[in-house]
């Protein structure tokens, strides 16, 4: 079994930040790319920003600049640093692992979400 623990959201006013974490735990041999989608309230889930093992980036336009990506390893871990946040941010996050399990079958992982709130 395999599982992805989120933590972090909150609600926060605008030009806030706020650091959203995802660890992985379970029956891990190696983690490829880990990421972060969002999705608002009647909207299709979008991807925020991925990051690769050798820690090649991704970034939605709307983040760039603002929402840095970073992963420790040794952790199995993956953070993203959310800076200067628009109310359009408001959105439940999800991270996402794209993981070999010592079975060696390579499978998506999903968190169970966190929510964002951005308001003043």
């Known amino acids: 079994q395999v599982q992805l623990v989120e933590s972090g959201g909150g609600s926060v006013q605008p030009g806030g930040s706020l650091r959203l974490s995802c660890a992985a735990s379970?029956?891990?041999?190696?983690?490829?790319?880990m990421g972060w989608y969002r999705q608002a309230p009647g909207k299709q889930r979008e991807l925020v920003a991925r990051?690769?093992?050798?820690?090649?980036?991704h970034y939605a336009d709307s983040v760039k600049g603002r929402f840095p990506i970073s992963r420790a390893n040794a952790k199995n871990t993956v953070y993203l640093q959310m800076n200067s946040l628009k109310p359009e941010d408001t959105a439940v996050y999800y991270c996402?692992?794209?993981?070999?399990?010592?079975?060696?079958?390579?499978?998506?992982?999903w968190g169970q979400g966190t929510q964002v709130t951005v308001s003043s």
């Open positions: 996402n692992a794209d993981i070999v399990t010592e079975r060696l079958r390579r499978e998506d992982y």
């Open positions: 379970g029956s891990i041999f190696s983690i490829n790319a």
């Open positions: 990051i690769t093992s050798d820690g090649s980036t």
